[in-house]
């Protein structure tokens, strides 16, 4: 069986081995729920004086939280997986008890844990604490298996240790995390290692290093990517891309300041409700300040379109008004919580707002999700589901009347159906003025991402008075959608670079093309191609280097060039290059007016060459 073959049949069976989310599955957040108070058990047995906190089960395994001296170790891992095995192997009974919450306090009290007195303070009736058997409890709602027993000792793992603040807050005291995996086998537990290192392989933050498309400054600050030539020619290729789809569908472009007023972001709620993850104001003196009187980093760019569409009145003739900004936000994330380009502190949204009439708007939103459709599909992103993102009727963080509510759902409801998508419904994650249809993408690896997004919104019309003449000639309120089907282009990038491991396809590449000159007297020829090339918009360079062949392909080979020329005596004597493609090899040679042709018509069709 030659290697080619037998990687094939390790895929196919890596392929067959399903690794389902927390939230998927009751058995794993049993597992995973269970395993988290054994590691907490293990730890108060080795380390006496560590106070547990919280251990919640996440997506993929489970974490505990303590406030423990001295952080732990590598060596201090291994030890505590070793005792959570002990433990696992005594197949303890996981034991549910009510008690009323004096009771719960008298035995907390006497434990001297104080995190455990918060949490009971926050929680409500019943009170519900799990043992494993008389050996060890916490407060917990469960769910749980019924015995260690059920916990696979060869299907779980500890993997890192991090700090968190107590209650997420930096005031607080800085605990130790100690995050683990747990499934039902063995099998599973390998194939989720294969996929956390192939993650580290595609990691978008070493691979744009490697491929120098951006990097971070300490000076500049957290969260702020500076991006090279090279990674600008990679987000401007996307934007110019997007920019021709929607000139085709009727859009017209704006642009608008990157600060506002905060009267501006009162009016449209954004500083009500979204005041905690925006940049602190910028006020001329401190009387200013106190009367909430200044300026701020836009974390949204509608309010600015609004303005533009409020400029005038509007008649219906004119509607729908599509208008696209690629605009720059600002959202003051934690620290803790940025992470390369998928999470950050400014990033660039490829941002629309649709004013439509009432009747115009299920046309409207079907055609938005057509264009997002379209956008995936010249990306090559297959894998995706929509989620109806829906308000939380209990909670008070939404603006606007059930029956605004009821109507921007609905609309959301009937698209998804005539569209036939696969979809799910998440009540509590639409946007506190309007429900989203999200576009949530899962990569190779299994990882999902929140990519493209369109919403349905009557409340920021009526907060800002926005009107149009209608035919009969009165005054009516239009309907907006917000849509973006990027979503930030610093998270897309991230994403494309993992999904393609840096190898772009040709229309996306930085660098399309590398000529290589067999020795220094074939360059100007090699430049006169490259000349060429670059007049009709083909990303071409000349390697310049003075290496020899072989390193100047091993060179071109590592950043990822899709096509490569070799120009030698016989290609100067023809006027050809020697064509060599990362996809499928040595091409051979071919007239230098041939390649440009087809390289033109695959770079133009998203196509290979």
């Not at 709620?269 to 300026?295: L, V």
């Amino acid at each position: 069986m030659s290697p080619t073959e037998s990687q094939a049949i390790d895929n196919a069976a890596e392929a067959l081995i399903v690794l389902p989310r927390t939230s998927e599955s009751e058995t794993l957040k049993k597992i995973r729920h269970t395993t988290s108070h054994v590691l907490a058990m293990a730890v108060q047995k080795l380390f006496p004086k560590a106070q547990v906190t919280i251990g919640p089960w996440t997506e993929t395994g489970f974490y505990y939280d303590f406030d423990i001296a001295e952080p732990f170790t590598e060596a201090d891992l291994k030890t505590i997986k070793k005792e959570m095995v002990k433990i696992i192997k005594k197949k303890l009974p996981v034991e549910r008890e009510e008690v009323t919450r004096e009771e719960a306090k008298r035995r907390i009290e006497a434990l001297g844990e104080p995190y455990k007195l918060e949490i009971l303070d926050s929680i409500q009736e019943p009170i519900t604490l799990y043992h494993l058997a008389d050996q060890w409890w916490d407060l917990c709602a469960g769910p749980h298996v019924e015995s260690t027993g059920d916990i696979n000792p060869k299907a779980f793992d500890l993997e890192t240790v991090a700090g968190a603040y107590w209650r997420g807050d930096a005031n607080n005291a800085q605990l130790q995390r100690i995050y683990g995996t747990a499934w039902e086998t063995p099998e599973q537990l390998q194939e989720y290692k294969r996929r956390k290192e192939e993650a580290l392989k595609r990691d978008h933050r070493k691979l744009g290093k490697e491929l120098g498309l951006f990097l971070f400054a300490d000076v500049v600050g957290p969260g702020l990517p500076l991006w090279t030539p090279k990674g600008t020619l990679l987000r401007s290729t996307l934007e110019d891309f997007l920019k021709e789809e929607q000139k085709k569908r009727g859009y017209q472009g704006v642009v608008t300041p990157h600060i506002g007023r905060v009267d501006l972001f009162k009016a449209s709620g954004h500083w009500q409700q979204y005041k905690e993850d925006m940049f602190p104001m910028m006020a001329e003196d401190d009387e200013a300040a106190a009367a909430e009187q200044g300026f701020v980093l836009k974390p949204m760019n509608c309010p600015f379109h609004i303005q533009i569409y409020k400029n005038e009145l509007r008649s219906y003739r004119d509607l729908p008004m599509r208008l696209a900004e690629f605009g720059t936000v600002y959202r003051y994330e934690q620290s803790g919580e940025l992470g390369g380009l998928t999470r950050v502190r400014g990033f660039t949204v490829d941002d629309s707002h649709l004013f439509v009439t009432p009747d115009q708007l299920d046309d409207e939103f079907l055609s938005v999700v057509d264009l997002i459709l379209s956008v995936f599909r010249s990306l090559n992103l297959k894998k995706f589901k929509a989620r109806m993102s829906f308000r939380d009727p209990a909670s008070d963080k939404y603006i606007g009347t059930d029956e605004v509510w009821e109507k921007a759902q609905g609309a959301i409801r009937r698209a998804v159906q005539a569209l036939g998508m696969e979809y799910f419904e998440a009540e509590g994650e639409a946007a506190f003025y309007g429900p989203k249809l999200d576009f949530i993408f899962e990569d190779v690896l299994g990882r999902e991402w929140q990519l493209g997004t369109v919403q349905v919104d009557y409340n920021l019309p009526e907060r800002f008075e926005l009107e149009y003449v209608a035919e009969d000639g009165s005054r009516q309120r239009p309907v907006m959608i917000h849509r973006a089907p990027f979503g930030s282009v610093e998270r897309l990038v991230g994403i494309l670079i993992e999904e393609y491991a840096g190898d772009f396809p040709l229309w996306l590449a930085p660098e399309q093309v590398r000529l290589l000159a067999v020795s220094d007297e074939f360059l100007p020829f090699a430049r006169e191609v490259v000349a060429k090339m670059q007049a009709i918009g083909i990303r071409a360079s000349v390697d310049e280097g003075g290496d020899r062949l072989g390193k100047s392909i091993r060179n071109a080979e590592k950043a990822k060039i899709p096509v490569m020329g070799v120009i030698g005596a016989k290609e100067v004597e023809a006027q050809a290059i020697s064509v060599r493609t990362r996809a499928s090899g040595e091409l051979g040679s071919m007239p230098v007016d041939e390649a440009i042709a087809k390289l033109s018509e695959a770079i133009s069709s998203h196509g290979s060459f």
